[in-house]
């Protein structure tokens, strides 16, 4: 990753209570000012509260998936001017937090900014607007716009005319009538409730200009449908969007410490010599993989779509209906 991660610790990032501003204070406030806006990774590492798999609370430090997006996205806005990217992952990397901290930057430190997002069932929704809640509740007060609205779909900041909406693909008959939108991010879009119409929508709200921004996210969910469609285009280079894989075996938690009477199978060694992976991370593999219906040793269809290594792994199989 280009940028460095030696950021500066929260208290020489903000002043203790009471304290009072001088000249020096104020230019160092200024240029924090000028390294949140141009660091995604700062502005996270030192603003940004997120709930941890833990259930605790913490600063949100980015892991090297989300490294990894957040750079392939620096690129293409590099690049083009806007974002448009199909994000096709394994479970649990972070990548709602990665979009939640960067659409809530995005949305409170900008005027006119309109974000929305699309999950595939009614809990999803809620946790993330819960997210986005939670960074607002947290935040810096010199770095949260006051709300003239909320409830439990919407937040206006209606100082700056900004503000999210969130929303369900079962629930809604598609976006783009009336409607603009500068930040899109559609969750689990693998498994939305007419998909067609909502991309159809989602590609009408968010007009081909500057700095607009639209992330589909999703695991895979079988060969077929407007997710596996478009990824085939985006990976052949036939759309505008970049198509992002990022595999299980980035997260730094899928390991665990065999047994003395652990042992890989011929299929098991194979793939974890194809990968690069130690023993931790297989044995995790090799249990995640029976817990997910797997005969032991023999990775099934079901493991290899919830964490897959390559794209065409997640996609071989024909999803829940397989």
Known sequence: CPFSYHFPTRAQCFRPAGMTTDKDDAARLARLDALYRQNLAAYSATLVVIKTKSGKQNYFEFNRAQRHLDELLRQQLERIGMIRALVLKARQLGISSYIASRYYKKTSMNGGQRTYILTHEDASTQSLFEMAKRIHDNMEADYRPATTMANVNEMEFGGIDSGYRVGTAKNVS??????????????????????????????????????????????????????????????????????????????????????????????????????????????????????LGGDPGEFGWMFRQEYPSTATEAFQTSGTDS
């Open 174 to 291: 598609g976006l783009g009538r009336g409607t603009t939108i500068q930040n899109f991010h559609g969750s689990e879009c693998g498994f939305w409730a007419r998909a067609d119409m909502h991309f159809a929508g989602v590609m009408q709200a968010v007009p081909k200009m500057p700095h607009t921004e639209v992330i589909l996210e999703s695991t895979a969910n079988g060969v077929g449908g407007t997710f596996y469609d478009q990824w085939q285009l985006a990976e052949a280079g036939q759309s505008e969007f970049i198509a992002i894989f990022l595999p299980w075996y980035w997260a730094d938690e899928y390991r665990q410490v065999p047994n003395a009477d652990f042992e890989m199978s011929p299929d098991e060694r194979e793939y974890a010599e194809l990968f690069g992976l130690d023993i931790e991370q297989m044995c995790w593999a090799h249990f995640k993989n029976i817990e």
